[in-house]
């Protein structure tokens, strides 16, 4: 266990973040997360309740962060302990699906916050940011102090756990079974189903024990999630009048009248950490919130705010559309909209397309940088009287990256740009490919041939050298996910090329003295088998030397998620969307034919795709022996049957 060191200004000891994870791989991506968003703490991991239990009292942790998903036994009377033993600390729970009416109609009122497997992790650092940071000057709010029954049910919930939880509360008894996430009978005194579960619900605090749920459980309940949001109502307040009188006199008297802004996010948490920040920063802010595009652009509409926040992917429709909506109508074409989300590639041409996006920022995003790009907009003049949607326009964009670190300006372009890819397709790995006929697809305009293509089609001849006909294709990779096991070992990798361009090593000399070895070559329609293998592939020489790509090894963490699994579940990491990371992979090929034009000059390779074992590599300079062994499966073909995403899968 790493020993937490001292602060140098102070010589206290740096505060601390318990983890309660199962997963080593889970472990390693939520720790490097929490490094990142909470820079100032110490992260300790615990891979038991026990442990977990022991490492609070060492520590006194601010903030726990518990996966409770598988569940764990016990975690009901933990939760009791750590709200007893750090009555002020929060609690960030991980878990499957909880009831998304019941969080939204608790707000941040109850003592345990919730996020949802698989999440973003500009979600999970809002609310960590959230929880570290505003939430620590408001007393009450989010507090394990406060920990309540309905709490203790969410958890259940959220763990898909099948449990009989036993309550006990001054002098009344009650029990609750919950089986795969769902309460399904209650009983106190001589209460039985909903009406005991509505009469539990307002037990402030109770002693509370597990037992294993009996084989055939009663089932007296039929909707308990009807029942809880009836109970809002009936709740016990969990902060007294007297701490709210004493601890927020001010706030209940006080209306700001400052600025207006709408911040429109599909995640609750993210909403709530950007309200909390930017009104500690200015508290004359007026900040109203939206939870989709539809509920957002009502609530611009009706407000005519100074500023909008808007996230680009929203469940109803995106970002982009509601900006355009915007322009179209006289009344709101004028407001600034500050662009926010983790799909940067989307959100920079929206920016570039659209006048009133003036501003974005990159998930996941620290507070600070949110406040400083915030106050920077709003002091801004932008200019719309002359704009409309029709006209082109490049704005300059006031942005700010996460890190707060210029970005390197990007490398000039090879000197053959690949060719863009055209609308995705996926291919039914069931059905069979249709045969790709001998005639020489032609090749987009900006790619040059030795020889322009004469009207006669090519003609193929078969290729039979003496000295051997062996290929070792190179493309280069982007990395769209990872998957790790629960031991850190390397699982499925999915990625699509780069670049359209690629190499090929040729083992004929013979054919080496018509195609040089320095030439690119440009991917080609794949034919596919029955199983969805590749069966051949086409490349199409280009006129200049190739210009390798630079492989990237960092990979940045965008989003984290558990995918089941026969034995152990693996964890999947997705890129924050920023450079991604790239890399090199080989493939073991045989010249089957060559496609030559009417003047003699090749026109196309055909090459046999013998074997789906492939080798992959960061490092392009290292020997090919030494990279590691993929077994190759392709996801998608585009509109001209060419390769843009596959799915490597380690192999011993």
Known sequence: MP????????????????????????????????????PKHFAVLARSVAEAENLSSRHGPELFVLDVDPPWRGISSFLEKISKAHPEARALVIG?????????????????????????????????????GPWRKMK?????????????????????????VQLQSRRKTGEIQVAAGQAIHAATGRLKGEDALAEMLQWSRAHVTERKLPPSPRRTISNWRTVVLESFGELEPQVSKAEIAEEEPEAEARHPTGRKIVVVDDTEMLLIFAEDVLSIADPDLQITTAIN???????????????????????????????????????TARIPVLMMSGH????????????????????????????????????????????????????????????????????????????????????????????????????????????????????????????????????????????????????????????????????????????????????????????????????????????????????????????????RARVQLTPAGTTPMTMELFAHLELDAVELSTNFQVAQLILNWKTDAVRVTLNPKAPEQSAAKFEMHVLKLDESDRISELLLNPLK
């Open 3 to 38: 020993v937490r060191s001292k602060s140098s200004t102070t010589g206290a000891p740096q505060p601390t973040i318990l983890l309660l994870e199962e997963y080593d791989a889970l472990a390693a991506a939520v720790t490097s997360a929490l490094k990142k968003f909470a």
């Open 96 to 132: 499957g699906a909880t009831p998304t009416e019941i969080l939204a109609a608790r707000e941040s009122s109850g003592a345990l916050q919730f996020i949802e497997k698989p999440f973003e992790l500009a979600a999970f650092g809002a609310s960590v940011q959230a929880l570290l």
């Open 140 to 164: 009450g709010r989010g507090m394990l102090g406060a920990l309540n029954v309905l709490d203790l049910l969410l958890v259940h919930c959220a763990a898909n756990a099948s449990v009989s």
């Open 293 to 331: 595009a539809t509920e957002g652009l009502r609530e611009i509409e009706r407000i005519i705010p100074d500023l909008v926040l808007l996230d680009y992917s929203l469940p109803d429709f995106n970002g982009d559309e509601l900006c355009e909506r915007l322009l179209e109508n006289e009344r």
């Open 344 to 567: 940067v590639p989307e959100m920079n041409a929206t920016a570039r397309r659209l006048p009133n996006v003036v501003a974005k920022i990159e998930k996941p995003f620290l507070s600070d940088a949110l406040v400083e790009l915030v106050q920077r907009t709003l002091a801004a003049e932008h200019q719309f009287e002359s704009l409309t949607v029709e006209e082109p326009f490049e704005p300059e964009f006031a942005e700010l990256e996460p890190e707060q670190e210029p970005k390197p300006l990007p490398s000039p372009p090879p000197p053959l740009p690949p060719p863009p890819l055209p609308p995705q397709k996926k291919i039914a790995v069931e059905a069979p490919r249709r045969a790709i006929t001998p005639t020489l697809a032609p090749a987009p305009a900006h790619i040059e041939r030795h020889t322009p293509p004469a009207p006669a089609g090519p003609a193929a001849i078969r290729v039979a050298p003496t000295d051997g006909n062996a290929a070792v294709l190179g493309i280069f990779l982007e990395v769209l996910s990872m998957q790790l096991t629960s031991q850190l070992q390397m699982g499925a990798i999915r990625a699509r090329p780069s670049s359209l361009i690629a190499s090929l090593r040729l083992q004929s000399a013979t054919t080496l003295s018509a195609i040089p070895s320095e030439l690119g070559f440009q991917l080609g329609p794949a034919r596919l088998n029955g199983n969805g293998r590749i069966s051949t592939l086409r490349l199409i020489p280009t006129a200049k030397p190739l210009q390798p790509t630079q492989t990237r090894t960092a990979f940045e963490i965008g989003g984290v998620a558990l995918i089941p699994n026969d034995t």
